[in-house]
């Protein structure tokens, strides 16, 4: 029903910034929450960012002050903003939306393929 495809992913220095970007295409009006996660290696999957329809927002501590997620409702996008990246940073960042019905239960969650981001010197 829905498509997540991200962009944006790429090397980048300590410091630096990266924007990256969600398009999501197919059943739209079922989305409801969005959100950004990412897993490094060897690591467990963790959020970073979520926005919801309405524009409400919430960070991961490690992000807050350094991370802006926003959506666009009439492109069907989601993106994040990143600055002050530091190696820690490095991991494959997932776009993931909730799926609900009419009625507000939830259906399933869907997931980008994932793109890689690398802080590194």
């Known amino acids: 029903q829905v498509q997540l495809v991200e962009s944006g992913g790429g090397l980048v220095q300590p410091g630096g910034s990266l924007r990256l970007s969600c398009a999501a295409s197919?059943?739209?009006?079922?989305?409801?929450?969005m959100a950004w996660y990412r897993q490094a290696p060897g690591k467990q999957r963790e959020l970073v960012a979520v926005?919801?329809?309405?524009?409400?927002?919430n960070y991961a501590d490690s992000m807050k002050g350094r991370a802006t997620i926003s959506r666009d409702n009439a492109k069907n996008t989601v993106d994040l903003q990143m600055n002050s990246l530091k190696p820690e940073d490095t991991a494959v960042y997932y776009c993931?939306?909730?799926?609900?019905?009419?009625?507000?239960?939830?259906?399933?969650?869907?997931w980008g393929q994932g793109t890689q981001v690398t802080v590194s010197s």
């Open positions: 993931n939306a909730n799926l609900r019905n009419g009625l507000g239960a939830l259906l399933y969650d869907a």
């Open positions: 197919g059943s739209i009006f079922s989305i409801s929450v």
């Open positions: 926005i919801t329809r309405t524009g409400n927002t």
